[in-house]
């Protein structure tokens, strides 16, 4: 059994910082992708950044220069460094892991989701 569980989540005003982390544990051989996503009231989820298993970034545009993804593989853990925030940063923040697992001699590659945490900034 895998499990995602993301932290760091909270309330903070415009121009502050957050650090979300996200842990993943279970019967994982290997992570490949690890990535953030957000989800804003009435609104689609949407990228926000994510890394390779080589620690190679990709952030989306409205994120750039402002918010910082790292991971610790040994630790398989993947971080999410916000500084610069805005109100219009406020959503649900999703943690999801692209996990290799070996079960009954097989490998595969599945998507693991957290349950999200929320993100609140006041203007």
């Known amino acids: 059994q895998v499990q995602v569980v993301e932290s760091g989540g909270g309330l903070v005003q415009a121009g502050g910082s957050l650090r979300l982390s996200c842990a993943a544990s279970g019967s994982i051989l290997r992570i490949n992708v690890m990535g953030w996503y957000r989800q804003a009231p009435g609104q689609q989820r949407e990228l926000v950044a994510r890394i390779t298993s080589g620690g190679t970034p990709n952030y989306a545009d409205f994120v750039k220069g402002r918010f910082t993804i790292s991971r610790d593989n040994a630790k398989k853990v993947v971080y999410l460094q916000m500084n610069s925030l805005e109100p219009e940063d406020t959503a649900v923040y999703y943690c999801?892991?692209?996990?290799?697992?070996?079960?009954?001699?097989?490998?595969?590659?599945?998507?693991?989701w957290g349950q999200g945490t929320q993100v609140t900034v006041s203007s």
């Open positions: 999801n892991t692209d996990a290799i697992l070996y079960e009954g001699g097989v490998y595969s590659e599945r998507r693991y």
